[in-house]
């Protein structure tokens, strides 16, 4: 069974840009989360996907980060226009069950912010 | 507010040199207490989910422990592949199921 992949692995762009992350949560993986962590800071909760469904976006920064799940498969998170403050990782993670349950992280997308 | 608070930051041990880690956590209720393990470059892989005060887990070298106020990942004659980040996460209750709250980890290096 394949991971959860992300892509790129690495971003680097200049202030103002707009940049687009993609995850691909594992096969029959109803939940999809993205998190961030950035320097020096814990891994920090941005969103919740049930299928094509925002569950929770609590953890949203602003509305500069949009996030898509078109069909309930792959995810998107496009950042718009960047700012140096969203420079770190992001991870993906996904679960099959709606409940406490162990999640499967992503390799995560490195953001460079210049 | 729920927080999450690991210690220390930093560990350094010799192989076969037995420690613990600690997860310290203040919450308004717990669902479930996860650890997990981080290599360099690698997502958060997952060791333990612990529900409840009292419960214990065990894999290979390494043994998770719950009690009301902390959860600690015992390290038993650990070897220089044990060398990672451990995460510590939390499900509070009144949140959403999957909304996980983080420790900052620690750095575990076991040096041969």
């Known amino acids: 069974e394949a991971g959860v992949t992300q892509f790129p692995s690495h971003s680097v762009i200049e202030k103002g840009q707009t940049v687009t992350l993609r995850c691909d949560p594992i096969s029959g993986h109803d939940n999809l989360y993205w998190y961030r962590r950035v320097m020096g800071k814990e891994i920090k909760f941005l969103l919740h996907f049930v299928k094509e469904s925002k569950q929770d976006e609590s953890g949203m920064p602003n509305n500069r980060f949009l996030a898509e799940r078109t069909g309930g498969t792959y995810s998107t998170l496009k950042v718009q226009p960047a700012e140096l403050e969203d420079s770190g990782v992001y991870f993906c993670?996904?679960?099959?069950?709606?409940?406490?349950?162990?999640?499967?992280f992503g390799p995560g997308t490195r953001l460079t912010v210049l | 507010e729920d927080q999450v608070t690991q210690s220390p930051e930093a560990l350094r041990l010799q192989e076969g040199e037995s420690s613990s880690l600690n997860c310290s956590y203040t919450?308004?209720?717990?669902?479930?207490l996860f650890w997990y393990r981080q290599d360099p470059g690698k997502g958060p892989e997952f060791l333990f989910t612990?529900?409840?005060a009292g419960e214990e887990k065990e894999k290979e070298r390494l043994k998770a422990t719950l009690t009301k106020k902390e959860s600690f990942l015992h390290i038993t004659a650990p070897k220089p592949e044990d060398s990672a980040t451990y995460l510590c996460?939390?499900?509070?209750?009144?949140?959403?199921?999957?909304?996980?709250?983080f420790g900052q980890g620690t750095i575990l290096t076991v040096h041969p």
């Open positions: 996460a939390l499900s509070p209750s009144g949140t959403s199921y999957g909304k996980l709250t």
């Open positions: 919450v308004s209720g717990l669902r479930g």
């Open positions: 993670a996904s679960t099959r069950t709606s409940v406490v349950d162990e999640q499967f």
């Open positions: 612990l529900y409840s």
